[in-house]
């Protein structure tokens, strides 16, 4: 059984940065693909993205390729998403997930088994 806890969501204005943070307990992620996704009020949850258990591989949804970098410590058991020049359209609820699974990555909610319980991140001016 896998854990997942988010942090590091806030209040920021537009073109800030935040970096959130997913720690896990419960077992080591090294053979854990990873994931991000948002939801936004009135919205299903959505894809953000991906990486995979060696942190070698990843992927993004176009509209945050260039801005957001997710990134891994498997010796801390802390997954991240690194979150540049944020825009409104960003607002959402952030939540990391994770499957079991090696050298791949994985873009469909239904894909993955844990999940975190969110943090809400608000870019408003």
């Known amino acids: 059984q896998v854990q997942l806890l988010e942090s590091g969501g806030g209040l920021v204005r537009p073109g800030a940065s935040l970096r959130l943070s997913c720690d896990a307990s419960?077992?080591?992620?090294?053979?854990?693909?990873m994931g991000w996704f948002r939801q936004a009020p009135g919205k299903e949850r959505d894809f953000v993205a991906a990486?995979?258990?060696?942190?070698?591989?990843?992927y993004y949804v176009n509209s945050v390729k260039g801005r957001f970098t997710i990134s891994r410590d498997n010796d801390k058991n802390t997954l991240y998403l690194q979150m540049n020049s944020l825009k409104p359209e960003d607002t959402a609820v952030y939540y990391c997930?994770?499957?079991?699974?090696?050298?791949?990555?994985?873009?469909?909610?239904?894909?993955?088994?844990?999940w975190g319980q969110g943090t809400q991140v608000t870019v408003s001016s």
């Open positions: 997930a994770a499957r079991y699974g090696s050298n791949y990555y994985y873009l469909k909610e239904s894909e993955y088994t844990y």
């Open positions: 990486i995979t258990n060696s942190g070698g591989t990843t």
């Open positions: 419960g077992t080591g992620l090294s053979t854990y693909a």
